[in-house]
């Protein structure tokens, strides 16, 4: 048995186009304001979330659209009012990708419920085989001398039936189909239990960031989930810091000025 710890890190992030944004934007009369936002050095991913909403008003200077009187030039201000207007379709066009790493099966089976507008792509026990099984402790189980002795055990004796079952099985004799292995490795993985330590790629875009990191930080959430949206928040608020300005942290509680944005 392996003590690990979660871990989440950031693999994609928005990345705009330029060169192509340009093309668009210098037909439309809206250089000026591709000038101003390359100038700031602002994040892509809210660059484009302002070119996607500024798109449907065609709000990029004064004038350009008779209807439009006033056009907000600061962008945080620009996004806060889409934000607090609650128009959440314009955050769907930038997506964030991780890989949370040592992550339990409870999280895992809890994160999934949140579809909409994710994609998940998690480590299969019905192919990788387990050769130890790697588990998470919180701090309070770790204070408890006596559960850890009868937790250790639990967990030792079933890494040893793992084991157990693979040289039963021969799935490492010489000769032996993968078919057979598959089969064998799915069977073995029934043993293992709920809490091994697993990893998913996790993908959203920012308005189901925004939800879920509401929802799975809140007091209520389970507490392993809540420690990995709140690394989560931590990154989001770094990479995007005008889509999550208003939001307060609580004691790990992420709570935003404005929901069902």
Not at 42 to 69: H, I, K, Q, T
Not at 100 to 106: F, I
Not at 116 to 129: H, K, N, P
Not at 155 to 176: P, V
């Amino acid at each position: 048995m392996r003590q690990v710890e979660p871990s989440v890190e950031l693999l994609a992030k928005p990345s705009i186009d330029w060169d192509a944004m340009r093309a668009y934007l210098d037909e439309v009369g809206g250089t000026s304001w591709a000038d101003r936002v390359e100038s700031a050095e602002s994040p892509d991913a809210e660059d484009l979330l302002e070119f996607s909403g500024r798109m449907c008003y065609r709000s990029w200077e004064p004038g350009l659209n008779p209807n439009v009187s006033r056009v907000r030039t600061d962008s945080a201000q620009y996004l806060g009012n889409v934000i607090s207007s609650q128009h959440g379709s314009v955050l769907e066009h930038a997506n964030f990708t991780f890989v949370l790493h040592n992550v339990s099966r409870v999280l895992t089976h809890e994160l999934i419920r949140h579809r909409a507008g994710s994609a998940f792509s998690q480590e299969s026990l019905r192919y990788v085989r387990l050769a130890d099984i790697p588990f998470w402790f919180p701090e309070w189980a770790r204070e408890d001398p006596e559960l850890m002795e009868r937790s250790l055990k639990v967990l030792d004796t079933l890494e040893e039936h793992q084991q157990w079952m693979a040289e039963h099985f021969g799935l490492d004799e010489e000769g032996t189909n993968f078919a057979h292995k598959k089969h064998m490795t799915s069977f073995m993985r029934r043993f293992a239990p709920e809490g091994l330590a697993t990893g998913i790629v996790y993908t959203a875009n920012l308005r189901s960031l925004r939800h879920v990191i509401e929802m799975r930080t809140a007091k209520g959430a389970e507490e392993e989930i809540r420690l990995v949206f709140n690394r989560i928040g931590e990154v989001m608020r770094e990479e995007a810091p005008a889509i999550f300005a208003d939001y307060e942290v609580v004691d790990g509680e992420w709570i935003p000025g404005t929901r069902k944005a």
